[in-house]
């Protein structure tokens, strides 16, 4: 047993180290496009809150969509606080102009937290703003728990395409602790329309020799669902030939089903469907309601990208394809023959 004064001495530690731990404080970098908040960052705002403390929004971006953003953002559940830049700098959100900013920001306050989805910007902006911090960024977390008394957080990520759970811990040894979360695992924050937090203007930091420029953008236009919030997806593999095929097969089921388009990729590979429609280990990861797979293997690169889809349905004339291990209802058969006949049976 201790003696008395040592139990005064560890219980006096432990209390000084809990009134030391500054309470969370994450800061969200909240992604748009022309107006509308980016689905993923609901879902990143929603584990921001899990922190159990402040959470201030970011919205960057052109004076013509940073006003209406910030109008629907400043309602969303979770937020406690709201800072926008505004600058023709931001129309482009390219990681070169935005990680000053961020870092002024840092260094000004106490956030303990930089959440972000994970899309293709966040990727390179959290990482550079990390890495001159000398902190490590942990990305695409699919859980997390924060322990106030020891200010650390413990993080879920999924590791070798989906086959193992990798566990990281960051201890109070990391200041600011950088994450990216995965949408899938998250539901979206809602909004409260009765909602009043502190909204601050903040002043853009400028980039002298900026070493990028922006040339052009091209964004895909589509009436479909956007494939990765999609409550249904469709999506097709090699034997779909060719692009014109791939459309004439997989369009009039995916509009039978109110359906994204999905692909794996070797149909992305070989020309049959643009690369933003692939899923999988390095396209995206879809969990929807239901996600059928036509003429797909079913390689573990793909499968990393959707086997957390609710139901399963796959159409596939070998059945010892590897698809049958995750589906919930296997179809063995040639597609041409049986994608028609689906149709039809849903259109009565
Ligand atoms: P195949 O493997 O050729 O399978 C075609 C399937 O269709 C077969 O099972 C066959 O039995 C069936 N079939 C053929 N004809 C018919 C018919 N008439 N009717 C019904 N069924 C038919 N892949 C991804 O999808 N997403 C990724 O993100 C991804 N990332 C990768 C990352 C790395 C680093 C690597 C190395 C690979 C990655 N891949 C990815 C590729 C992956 O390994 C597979 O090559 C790819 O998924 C195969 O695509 P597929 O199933 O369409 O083609």
Known sequence: MLPRRSFVVFRSFLSRNYASAPPPHALIFLEHRQGDVDSGSLSALTAASLLGGKVTGLVVGSPEYVPAVVDKVKKLKGLTSLLHSTSDLYAQQLPETLSPLLEKLLS?????????????????????????????????????????????????????????????????????????????????????????????AVDPVDVPECPVEHISTQLSKSDRPDLSVAGRVVSGG???????????????????????????????????????????????????ELYMAIGISGAIQHLAGMKDSKMIVAVNKDPDAPIFQVADVGLVADLYEAVPQIIEKLKQ
């Open 238 to 288: 090699r034997p779909l030939k060719n692009a014109e095929t791939f459309a004439a097969t997989l369009n009039p089921l995916a509009d039978v089903l109110g359906a994204a388009v999905g692909a794996s990729r070797a149909a992305v590979d070989a020309g049959y469907a643009d690369n933003s429609l692939q899923v999988g280990q390095t396209g995206k990861v879809v969990a929807p």
């Open 108 to 200: 000004d306050s106490e956030y303990t937290h930089v959440i972000s989805t994970p899309s293709s910007l966040a990727k390179s902006l959290l990482p550079r703003v990390a890495a001159k911090l000398d902190v490590p960024s942990v990305s695409e977390i699919t859980s997390l728990e924060h322990d106030s008394s020891s200010n650390s957080t413990t993080f879920t990520r999924p590791i070798y395409a989906g086959n193992a759970i990798s566990t990281v811990r960051l201890s109070s040894s990391v200041p600011i602790k950088f994450f990216t979360v995965r949408a899938t695992n998250f539901d979206p924050a809602p909004s409260e329309e009765s909602q009043e937090i502190e909204v601050k």
